[in-house]
């Protein structure tokens, strides 16, 4: 059961990336996927989640109108469309898999990580 998120990397303030997260031993579509992000010195943090049953999502307020979650069952990715990017965006990114299908947003309801992506937003 693995996790590998791609497509960080350095964007300018207001520029966007995409972010995908690909599962390898399991089926994507039975379970919550989180984005979480980490910045240095900062506690790891929610970002966004797609729910694995009713299609619920869940964004940060910090994200909300700018961030896109989605999933592509068919390839077994999900992905997070970031726009209009920020510097207090940057952060390690992380994708993780949830106990369940609901939607949630708290760390340990999340049991699979990826190794995450670096996202730098600077001029």
């Known amino acids: 059961v693995v996790l590998v998120e791609s497509g960080g990397g350095l964007v300018q303030p207001g520029g966007s990336l995409r972010l995908s997260c690909a599962a390898s031993?399991?089926?994507?579509?039975?379970?919550?996927i989180g984005w979480f992000r980490q910045a240095p010195g900062k506690e790891r943090e929610g970002v966004s989640c797609?729910?694995?049953?009713?299609?619920?999502?869940y964004y940060a307020d910090s994200v909300k109108g700018r961030f896109t979650v989605s999933r592509d069952n068919d390839k077994n990715m999900v992905d997070l469309q970031m726009n209009n990017l920020k510097p207090e965006d940057t952060a390690v990114y992380f994708c993780?898999?949830?106990?369940?299908?609901?939607?949630?947003?708290?760390?340990?309801?999340?049991?699979?990580w990826g190794q995450g992506t670096q996202v730098t937003v600077s001029s």
């Open positions: 993780a898999r949830g106990k369940y299908a609901l939607v949630s947003k708290e760390l340990n309801e999340y049991i699979v």
């Open positions: 797609k729910s694995g049953s009713d299609g619920s999502t």
């Open positions: 031993g399991f089926t994507l579509d039975y379970y919550a």
